[in-house]
């Protein structure tokens, strides 16, 4: 053994230590998203949500526009649920099983510090998202280009040239849209504030099960959020309802998300075009949610006894 | 004089209780003043619940304490930087069961800065040290207890650490294991590794521990060298090969004739793990 050679060990130590690094993130990030790819509830969700973009295949005896109507709905509904669920049921674990297991103290007993295992998991959870994301959208793309080319071959034999073009033109126009996939990239976005959320409620939390209860309790609360802001910002302010309200109102304006900022996915389902500007949006809000649920995740785990 | 490579000093650990309605407090280790030097090998001793996983913890700074400091080779302990200088093995170790025993090896490598070649060879010697080789492309999640700890004793061993911390780290091995750990740690201690471990089996502390401390009830009752309190300062014991009768006769009537008292006599017996190695031909 080597440990005798003072070259190696000196390269070791000698090495100033960083309070960020990414060797250490990386390696954390890379064994939780293989982790979460082992565990059965993923291809499970993932089998699922397949099945259910089948299935819209089923309902749609309807016109084009019907057809793609209830295509998107069914799918952008379906991978709404999962990649939402997937978060909370993913990230719940992580924490408690590391610590059941005891890997946590092998992990916390090397310089590795608790934020970047913290982030480490995060990003873990956030590659296996993005994966997830990836396969349902190559599903839903698959079905949108079926139904497209089904319905662009129809007016081919049926159409005279000049109005098969135009027809042509405007089905593929109305089927894959940059909103479209913009409002995926929403849906990844709001799983990914539900993982921060998760893991912020998995560091204090002693159980599995209070974290993924305390997260979609939470997660549904935060769809009220506008409610609670309008009675409190309103135009006779909080002074007209009752103190005790006023207060939860306030909680529920500042510790829950506002899960409404998502619903955008809403308004692309029924083929409304949203701006660019409203995604970027979107984006900086979903950034600043998992920041902050780092923060106050960080800020919980390290005073935690272990 | 060195630096220690652990002291604790004036550390005090009360936990609170959990309930809402008892704000009562349980004290784990009250004010404890321990050193451990450079290059010997330490065991903390004392029944369940007498406070010394709980000073493991403060020392790797996964518990923090409610007062008094620790530090390891001069570092304050709860410094994540201190933590580079130390390998721990906690008592029944599981690590991530989907990866092999090389992949455990390199991702706790990669969490102590290593990388590229100097950590496969890093991986490859510590297997080699821990007799996993011919298992470093199985899954964790295969291995036997005694594999475990032995993949558990080369993750601690992975920075090249100047400090071991083991939590009982022969439980539940066979005695085969057992005495292939126990070896791996006196082969430690010779390349001037500290070691400090907690255990139960106190037949092997006496074997490999230079000074014990024993902790009760939170408090550090006895510490030490093992030579000097666990001897009795006004007996000899004397070993002879092929005594005659005759000759035990004449030394008993010596020693009684210059005052001293002969308390018994008795065959010296091998110890029991050492005939168990014999007879299933384990023995090294």
Redesign the interface.
């Known amino acids: 053994?080597?440990?005798?050679d003072p070259t190696?060990?000196d390269?070791?130590?000698a090495?100033a230590?960083k309070l960020f690094?990414f060797?250490?993130v990386?390696?954390?990030a890379g064994?939780t998203f293989?982790?979460l790819v082992?565990q059965k509830v993923f291809y499970f969700m993932v089998l699922f949500a397949v099945i259910l973009i089948g299935a819209s295949l089923a309902l749609a005896s309807l016109s084009f526009q019907g057809q793609l109507q209830t295509v998107m709905d069914v799918c952008l509904g379906a991978m709404s649920v999962f990649t939402m669920l997937l978060a909370v049921l993913s990230t719940a674990m992580l924490l408690p099983k590391d610590m059941e297991?005891?890997?946590l103290?092998?992990?916390?007993?090397?310089?590795?510090?608790r934020f970047e295992y913290l982030v480490g998991k995060l990003i873990g959870v956030a590659l296996m998202l993005f994966i997830a994301t990836l396969l349902m959208t190559a599903v839903f793309t698959a079905v949108l280009a079926y139904w497209q080319g089904r319905e662009i071959a129809g007016i081919e034999m049926n159409e005279s040239a000049q109005r098969a073009v135009a027809q042509i033109a405007a089905i593929k126009a109305g089927t894959f849209t940059p909103t479209l996939f913009g409002g995926i990239g929403v849906l990844f976005v709001r799983a990914l504030v539900c993982a921060g959320l998760t893991l912020m409620l998995s560091c204090f939390a002693t159980s599995w099960l209070f974290t993924v209860i305390s997260a979609l309790m939470m997660i549904i609360v935060g769809h009220l959020v506008p409610i609670a802001r309008s009675v409190w910002q309103g135009p006779f302010g909080a002074a007209d309802v009752p103190f005790h309200f006023a207060i939860l109102l306030r909680i529920v304006t500042v510790f829950f998300p506002d899960m409404q900022l998502f619903n955008v996915v809403d308004d692309i389902a029924v083929g409304v075009t949203v701006g660019g500007e409203i995604f970027l949006r979107v984006a900086a809000l979903g950034a600043g949610y998992v920041a902050i649920y780092l923060l106050v995740g960080y800020l919980l785990f390290a005073?935690r006894?272990? | 004089m060195s630096t220690p490579a652990i002291s604790i000093e004036n550390l005090t650990k009360e936990?609170r209780n959990p309930s809402v309605f008892d704000r009562s407090t349980v004290t784990a280790v009250r004010n404890l003043n321990l050193t451990v030097e450079a290059g010997h090998v330490y065991g903390l001793l004392g029944p369940n619940g007498s406070g010394k996983s709980t000073t493991m913890?403060i020392v790797?700074?996964?518990?923090?304490p409610t007062s008094g400091k620790t530090f390891i080779f001069g570092r304050d302990s709860s410094d994540?930087?201190s933590?580079?200088?130390?390998?721990?093995?906690?008592?029944?170790?599981?690590?991530?069961k989907?990866?092999t025993g090389s992949e455990t090896l390199a991702?706790?490598g990669?969490?102590?800065?290593?990388?590229g070649k100097?950590l496969r060879e890093?991986s490859r010697?510590?297997l080699a040290?821990v007799g996993l080789e011919d298992a470093a492309d199985r899954r964790v999640g295969g291995y036997s207890k005694g594999m475990l700890q032995r993949i558990?004793l080369a993750?601690?061993?992975v920075?090249?650490p100047r400090l071991l911390?083991l939590d009982e780290p022969t439980a539940g091995v066979d005695p085969a294991g057992s005495r292939q750990i126990r070896d791996l740690i006196l082969?430690?201690k010779e390349?001037?590794?500290t070691v400090m471990l907690c255990s139960h089996l106190l037949s092997q502390v006496q074997e490999i521990c230079d000074r014990i401390g024993i902790m009760h009830h939170g408090e550090l009752l006895r510490e030490g060298a093992l030579e000097e309190l666990i001897s009795i300062e006004n007996q000899t014991e004397l070993v002879l090969e092929n005594a005659t009768p005759a000759l035990l006769a004449e030394l008993r009537q010596r020693a009684e004739s210059s005052g001293a008292r002969v308390i018994g006599t008795h065959k010296p017996q091998q110890n029991l793990e050492r005939y168990f190695l014999e007879v299933t031909g384990e023995k090294k």
């Open positions: 053994m080597s440990t005798a190696t060990a390269a070791v130590h090495s230590h690094s060797r250490r990386g390696a954390i064994n293989r982790d082992r297991d005891r890997t103290y092998t992990i916390l007993a090397k310089p590795v510090a005073w006894e272990l | 936990f913890k790797l700074g996964l518990v923090t994540v930087e933590r580079e200088a130390v390998g721990f093995l906690p008592e029944n170790p599981y690590f991530y989907f990866l991702f706790y990669k969490l102590c800065g290593l990388g100097m890093r010697e510590l040290l558990g993750q601690a061993l920075q090249e911390v082969r430690l390349r001037g590794i």
